[in-house]
């Protein structure tokens, strides 16, 4: 990283060329995409970018330009863009049967079932599968009143869990909340993170009181019983935020007092991500009543997944439930390739080995550049927070996208997140190498001395 400002910055090298691009123009999408789709569709970069091909950790642009993929379509393409593996079973299963529905057998089903209670604790075996992480949150929580005859439901605050009318409700940012009425019945605990928390302490300090905010919240807002706790293992879109270990194994002991099942949310963490576990809350030690997955199930491959023990989905049964395209062939024929391509390619390792260099160059730049605030997560699911002033924490949101904006030109594609946007959230596909890792940390380091 020494010499970083003066000399070219190159990309590791990568045998494979782009096909040439034949479509319509990218100013042509560009209007047609104004003229015709829906306003609320955004795109990231002040100039959108239009991605049209990719392969494992790089995509290419409408010219074949090759960019490093450190968002990996926002934490989903798990195994790699293209991976050829899931190509190959998609393509065949796409020909031999698209769709059938769940009113039929079908081989995929059940063996996508049976492969993920492989990877879940004993006694986690029972899968319900959909098509989004919304969804699969929206089930878990009905699942969750239906089976303790509750209906409050403690949710973090800075957390996402979706879009849906009722996944929304969940979510804790004002910023993706629409002034229209939210299913009711959700209360929403403090982040156990330090870094956002009031409380002040060690972390685990901060996490035990953040557990007892738990207890608080079910005894003053709430009939004294709840139906659920839901947490990301990692906060995502808010930033890569987290509390310490002890917080999980807390604030389930205290939703459990309190009568409530506790759901993991994955959707992001799941799949190996996180580098020492497979799935997220491993990393606390605790044993979560529901698991909801969604994202990197499919490596982009529309499919997510709900399980949860017998005698917890069998509250589902009273009534008529069925999802159109929740179980398709092909998204399962994507999904059975994911869980043996990370299996295979040894991808939870990689995460853990190429994430642990990561953070080493992240918090080298944490000591030259005083904008750099914090540097958060774990595997290959981390944060680097910007700040204009260290001892307050002034989120330094207009130089995160201004940075955000350099890596681009220099060929590194990453996200942003937190409240404020002032988290660059890095999180590439599970197969980058140390070389892609050291080269995005040149490039921040450069970008970071121009912004
Ligand atoms: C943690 C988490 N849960 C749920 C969702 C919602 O997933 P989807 O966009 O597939 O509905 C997301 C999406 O970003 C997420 O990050």
């Known amino acids: 990283m020494t010499d970083v400002m003066t000399q070219r910055l190159t990309m590791p090298p990568f045998e494979y060329a782009p096909r040439p691009y034949e479509g319509p123009s990218r100013e042509e999408v560009l209007s047609l995409r104004r003229r015709h789709v829906h306003p609320a569709v955004f795109t990231l970069y002040r100039d959108p970018l239009m991605i049209v091909e990719g392969q494992m950790q790089y995509v290419f642009d409408e010219t074949g330009r090759r960019y490093l993929d450190m968002f990996a379509g926002i934490a989903t393409v798990s195994c790699g863009h293209c991976h050829p593996e899931v190509v190959r079973r998609v393509q065949e299963q796409t020909a031999t049967l698209q769709h059938s529905s769940t009113i039929y057998l079908h081989p995929n089903l059940a063996l996508m079932a049976r492969a993920l209670a492989a990877k879940m604790p004993s006694g986690l075996d029972v899968t319900y599968f959909v098509n989004s ?33 009722s996944s929304v409700a969940l979510t804790s940012h004002h910023t993706w909340k629409f002034p229209v009425q939210a299913q009711p019945g959700v209360h929403h605990a403090l982040c156990p993170d330090p870094a956002l928390s009031p409380f002040s302490g060690t972390a685990e300090e901060v996490g035990s009181q953040s557990a007892g905010d738990i207890r608080d919240l079910i ?19 808010g930033g890569v935020t987290r509390g310490a270990p002890n917080y999980f194994r807390e604030a389930y002991a205290v939703a459990r007092e309190y009568g409530g099942l506790c759901i993991a949310d994955e959707v992001q963490t799941g799949f190996g991500r996180t580098g020492a576990h497979y799935w997220g809350f491993q990393n606390y030690g605790v044993t979560p009543d529901i698991v909801t997955m969604a994202k990197g199930i499919g490596n982009g491959v529309p499919l997510a997944a709900v399980t949860t023990r017998r005698e917890i989905a069998d509250s589902l049964t009273g009534r008529i439930h069925f999802n159109t395209f929740g179980g398709n062939p092909v998204s399962l024929a994507a999904g059975l390739a994911v869980l043996d391509v990370i299996d295979r390619d040894g991808l939870q390792e990689n995460a853990r080995k190429v994430g642990t260099r990561l953070v080493r160059g992240l918090r080298r730049l944490q000591e030259r550049h005083p904008l750099v605030g914090g540097v958060r997560g774990l595997g290959l699911m981390l944060g680097l927070e910007l700040v204009t002033d260290r001892a307050t924490r002034a989120p330094a949101t207009t130089q995160t996208l201004a940075l955000l904006e350099a890596a681009r030109e220099m060929g590194v594609l990453l996200g942003k997140g937190g409240l404020e946007g002032n988290v660059l959230r890095i999180k590439p596909p599970l197969c980058i190498t140390e070389e892609d890792a050291d080269f995005a940390i040149d490039v921040l380091d450069r970008g970071l001395a121009r912004v």
């Not at 303790?148 to 979706?162: E, K, M, Q, S």
């Not at 003053?220 to 947490?231: D, E, L, M, N």
């Open 219 to 237: 005894r003053f807002s709430t009939p004294g019983k709840i139906a659920a706790f839901i947490a990301e293992p990692i906060q995502g879109v």
């Open 133 to 165: 992480g919304s969804e699969a949150n929206d089930l878990a929580v009905t699942m969750a009143r239906l089976f303790t005859g509750h209906t409050d439901v403690i949710a973090l605050r800075n957390a996402y869990h979706g879009g849906s009318p």
